[in-house]
């Protein structure tokens, strides 16, 4: 039986997994690596222009098969997996939560305890993150999902760190500061927002003072493309079967 099926169940209400992992990986022994190297030459600040961003090794576009058999797991503790199962998008969608034949997946890294499995927790700059997704898609006739958003939770600290990391390895970003939701939120309110991209993906780190955290976010271009075309395979499908 082919050990890559989508078994698992996310107890997020007490944080730990009722599944079995469906992948055998190694965990990264550097862990604890920033997100790439620093004080090198301004040649090899940017990468070129037509090639996603890249994860600590992961790169977006990536597919779900690559990304289970690869040994690059970048979490906490050492043993960590990754563990799959139907994207939100999907399940709203009415899609099982359970089977390999979805068009969008999610995806953590988890790790087995004596009472079960639990949410790892992903590596960025060298700290733990608060929380972490890997988002993939079939789209436009593929028969194989593609990674098209890698989102972190991480602490403000982190965050200040890893901006300076970012600016070190791919230039000057893009910054600005968006409101909060309140329509009389205080400049002091504001949500620092910085941003590096090229040709076909982008890199979002946006501050929040009211938490004192910050999201990263890898992503893709043309997300929304992306999605409704997920949807508009699935409702296609759904009248083919009907």
């Known amino acids: 039986m082919r050990p890559a099926l989508f078994v698992c169940a996310l107890a997020l209400a007490s944080g730990v997994l009722s599944l079995t992992p469906f992948v055998t990986a190694h965990a990264d022994p550097a862990a604890n690596d920033v997100v790439g190297p620093r004080g090198k030459g301004a040649d090899q600040k940017r990468r070129p222009q037509d090639t996603p961003f890249e994860f600590r090794g992961i790169p977006l576009g ?22 799959c199962e139907t994207d939100v998008i999907a399940g ?8 390999r034949e979805s068009l969008t997946v999610a995806c953590r890294w988890a790790h087995q305890q004596a009472n079960g499995w639990a949410i790892s927790r992903a590596v960025v700059d060298g700290a733990p993150a608060q929380d972490h997704m890997l ?12 990674l098209y958003e890698m989102s972190f939770v991480i602490d403000e600290g982190t965050a200040a760190d890893l901006r300076h ?13 968006r409101a909060t939701a309140s329509a009389s939120a205080s400049a002091s309110n504001a949500l620092p927002v910085y941003e590096w991209e090229n040709a076909v993906s982008s890199i979002t780190l946006r501050f929040s003072p009211i938490t004192h955290n910050a999201t990263l976010v890898y992503l893709l271009k043309a997300p929304d493309a992306w999605v409704k075309s997920v949807v508009q395979q699935w409702k296609t499908s759904s009248v083919d079967a009907s």
């Open 62 to 83: 990536i597919t779900l098969d690559e990304f289970q058999a690869g040994a690059t797991v970048r979490a906490t503790p050492i043993d960590s997996v990754p563990v």
């Open 92 to 99: 709203s969608l009415g899609m099982s939560l359970k089977t």
């Open 135 to 146: 988002r993939f898609a079939r789209v436009g006739g593929q028969s194989t999902c593609r």
């Open 165 to 177: 990391a970012l600016a070190d390895r791919y230039g000057a970003p893009r910054a600005s500061a």
